[in-house]
Nanobody
Framework: QLQLVESGGGLVQPGGSLRLSCAAS????????IGWFRQAPGKEREAVSC????????NYADSVQGRFTISRDNAKKTVYLQMNSLKPEDTAVYYC?????????????????WGQGTQVTVSS
């Protein structure tokens, strides 16, 4: 089955930037819609951003609109999340996930394949 591995997390000061990567293995990535999700301690997992397999559609949470950008390179089987102007409230474990159904959605329950997550900590 599809395997996803996130990387790029770390500790950054408020206002800083990070770029997360989600690398897929075993299957071509262009068969899947990809989402980035995050979960902070004591909170439910929430959608951050999603991108359709055909590049045509993207979706962002209101809290990250204008600061985060999702992109994908199907040839490299990688999806990216560029995060700028980071805030302490962005601190969470970030997960990427994939779905192969025909409907594009950014709902957490919609996605089938999940990576192990990467920690992002925004603190001075």
């Amino acid at each position: 089955q599809l395997q996803l591995v996130e990387s790029g997390g770390g500790l950054v000061q408020p206002g800083g930037s990070l770029r997360l990567s989600c690398a897929a293995s075993r299957f071509p990535l262009n068969y899947y819609d990809i989402g980035w999700f995050r979960q902070a301690p004591g909170k439910e997992r929430e959608a951050v951003s999603c991108i359709s397999r055909g590049f045509a559609r993207t979706n962002y949470a209101d809290s990250v609109q204008g600061r985060f950008t999702i992109s994908r390179d199907n040839a490299k089987k990688t999806v990216y999340l560029q995060m700028n102007s980071l805030k302490p409230e962005d601190t969470a474990v970030y997960y990427c996930a994939a779905d192969s159904s025909l409907k594009f959605s950014c709902g957490v329950d919609f996605y089938t394949y999940w990576g192990q997550g990467t920690q992002v900590t925004v603190s001075s």
